[in-house]
């Protein structure tokens, strides 16, 4: 069965970096990209960009051009999500999820809380 | 970029009613659109793409409807289990956009 399986929570500094992983499974990698939501505390869903894994190719939403990174690694079917200069907004659930044209399978969410 | 907006943001309703729920963009989006329903602490999860698609196991008393601008979910016989927040998504381009949710409760 398809898994997307995250990293556990996080608590960071404000300023720091956080690397968000997410394992996929139960299907062939390469099929479909994979996508970033994320959800600050009783606020809705915001997405975040998307990666192919196939070449790489990123799409960044314009709020997070430039202060996140998503790469892959093929060889363990994980992609993941880094956010730089972290602020105290940043505090959310951070969730991967499967696509093509919709979200089929999401992850199980990573707290990044982020605080002084 | 295309905006997404829902009413109402949220609403009390009984066992048994018809609930409807609209999502209106800032442009068309040819029917590229999706709902999710999200209960609290747990991932979303997809009902309907297409507007009007319902996703595999998704009950029949979900649906869904619209073309160009505006959509609508309707629940035709509001069940204890679907009382959750419901967010409406177009994938018609890039940034993909979420409408704010609407959060249905129990009357």
């Known amino acids: 069965q398809v898994q997307l399986v995250q990293s556990g929570a996080e608590v960071k500094k404000p300023g720091a970096s956080v690397k968000v992983s997410c394992k996929a499974s139960g299907y062939t990698f390469t099929t479909y990209y994979l996508h970033w939501v994320r959800q600050a505390p009783g606020q809705g869903l915001e997405w975040m960009g998307m990666i192919n894994p196939t070449g790489g190719n990123t799409t960044y939403a314009q709020n997070f051009q430039g202060r996140v990174t998503m790469t892959r690694d093929t060889s363990t079917n994980t992609v993941y999500m880094e956010v730089n200069s972290l602020r105290s907004e940043d505090t959310a659930v951070y969730y991967c999820?499967?696509?093509?044209?919709?979200?089929?399978?999401w992850g199980q969410g990573t707290l990044v809380t982020v605080s002084s | 970029d295309i905006q997404m907006t829902q009413s109402p943001s949220s609403l009390s309703a009984s066992i048994g009613d018809r609930v409807t729920i609209t999502c209106r963009a800032s442009q068309g989006i040819s029917n590229s659109l999706a709902w999710y329903q999200q209960k609290p602490g747990k991932a979303p999860k997809l009902l309907l793409y297409?507007?009007?698609r319902l996703d595999s196991g998704v009950p029949s008393r979900f649906s869904g409807s619209g073309s160009g601008t505006d959509y609508t979910l309707i629940i035709s016989s509001l069940q204890p289990e679907d009382f959750a927040t419901y967010y409406c998504q177009q994938y018609y381009n890039t940034p993909w956009a979420f409408g704010q949710g609407t959060r249905v409760e129990i009357k």
């Open positions: 297409a507007a009007s």
């Open positions: 999820a499967r696509g093509i044209i919709t979200l089929d399978y």
